[in-house]
Structure formats: structure tokens, C-alpha cells
């Protein structure tokens, strides 16, 4: 009974193939989001969707789209892998109105060779 | 966009010892959380501490909201302890920030 379930958990792969990365929830939130975390551990948002409907959209290449089926599941796609997209990558979900309480999956840890 | 800034970056203890991290942040906020990642990489929120004063066993932390940083205090550190904290504040998404990475030895 996982919270937030991400899959894989690790990644590898070539440069130039296209990959995705799924994550759900059983929280009944009505958020959820991508988290980017580099070599140095930095985290940095990517994405954050509610109800389904797309709200932040950093700076991010257009080679990655994220989808949202339903407001349970938040997947993340990426076309032409690049070596800089060697990263782990959180996916989370929380309630808006209450803005604390979040809770993450256990990442996904992508290598790109 | 707000600026977190964490320091020390780096923090190697001896089991027992107690510590401080503190957490700046360049912006007013009222919603500052803080998180631990442990060597295994996942994340599990700690505190949640717009202002004030909260303790959770060995673990308390306070924020100055108008001076505009958060401390964390650990202690009695133990192994388990090990791992990275960040502090992130909540604007319409969690910004966290740069991390502490904290070591404890037996």
C-alpha cells in the first residue's frame, strides 16, 4: 500500500532513446509533481500538475512531456536522451489548500550512456 | 524567484553529538517545511514550521519568519541520522534548498 509509487527504480540507457518513468498515488491528492535531483542534490521542480490540468512548467526542454491520465497518476516521458538527463527523479504529491505534507516516491534514478 | 540557502554544507559528526543547521531564505514566506533524505535517497518530511518552535523527539526546529531563516537541531545524533536535510519553502510549489550533508560516525 504505497503512497506515491514510482517505477523503475533505475533507469539505463542509451543517448538518443526515449524513455518513461510512471508514478501514482493513493493519497487522494489533488496535486502531484517531477522533482529533478542532479549529482550535487540539488532538487528543482519540473512540473507540477492539479487535477490533471497542467500548472508550473519550468524551464524545462520540451524534450520532456509529462501526462496525466487521471489526477492519481503523473508519468513523465522523455524523448532523445541526453547524458545530461542523468539524474534521479521524484515524483510527489500533495493537497494545494494546505500547501505542506507532501509525500514523495522513492525516485527514479536515471543513467544515460 | 526566492532564494534558500542552507548551511554548513557539509557536517561530520561523532554519535552523541548535537547540531545546528540553519536554513535562509531570501523572501517572506509563511510556509517552510523541513525534509530528510536518507542514504537510501528517500525523502520524508520532518517538520512542517511556518513559525515558532515544534520538537519531535531528538529533532526540534524554529523559525524567525521576520528574519527570514529556520534552524533544525538534532540532538544526540545518532547513525540513523546520516543523510541530506533540506529546508524548502511553499510558494505555489516547494523550492528547496541547497542541502546539508550530514555524516554521523559510531
Known amino acids: 500500500d504505497t503512497a506515491v509509487s514510482q517505477t523503475p527504480k533505475y533507469l539505463v540507457t542509451q543517448m538518443g532513446n526515449d524513455k518513461s518513468i510512471k508514478c501514482e498515488q493513493n493519497l487522494g491528492h489533488d496535486t502531484m509533481y517531477w522533482y529533478k535531483q542532479d549529482s550535487k542534490k540539488f532538487l528543482k521542480i519540473m512540473f507540477s500538475y492539479n487535477n490533471k490540468e497542467l500548472i508550473i512548467n519550468e524551464t524545462v526542454p520540451n524534450r520532456f512531456s509529462p501526462k496525466s491520465p487521471d489526477k492519481a497518476h503523473l508519468n513523465l516521458h522523455i524523448n532523445s536522451l541526453e547524458l545530461g538527463d542523468s539524474a534521479v527523479y521524484f515524483c510527489?504529491?500533495?493537497?494545494?489548500?494546505?500547501?505542506?505534507?507532501?509525500?514523495f516516491g522513492s525516485g527514479t534514478r536515471l543513467t544515460v550512456v | 524567484g526566492i532564494q534558500v540557502e542552507q548551511s554548513p554544507p557539509d557536517l561530520i559528526l561523532q554519535e552523541g553529538a548535537n547540531s545546528t543547521l540553519r536554513c535562509n531564505f531570501s523572501d517572506s514566506v509563511n510556509n517552510l517545511q523541513w525534509f530528510h533524505q536518507n542514504p537510501w535517497g528517500q525523502l520524508i518530511n520532518l517538520f512542517y514550521?511556518?513559525?515558532g518552535t515544534k520538537q519531535n523527539g531528538r529533532l526540534s526546529a524554529t523559525t524567525v519568519a521576520t528574519e527570514r531563516y529556520s534552524l533544525l537541531y538534532i540532538s544526540s545524533s545518532q547513525t540513523t541520522d546520516s543523510g541530506v536535510y533540506f529546508c524548502?519553502?511553499?510558494?505555489?510549489?516547494?523550492?528547496f534548498g541547497t542541502g546539508t550533508r550530514l555524516q554521523v560516525f559510531p
Open positions: 524548502a519553502v511553499y510558494t505555489d510549489k516547494l523550492i
Open positions: 514550521i511556518p513559525s
Open positions: 510527489a504529491s500533495g493537497r494545494t489548500a494546505l500547501g505542506y505534507g507532501y509525500t
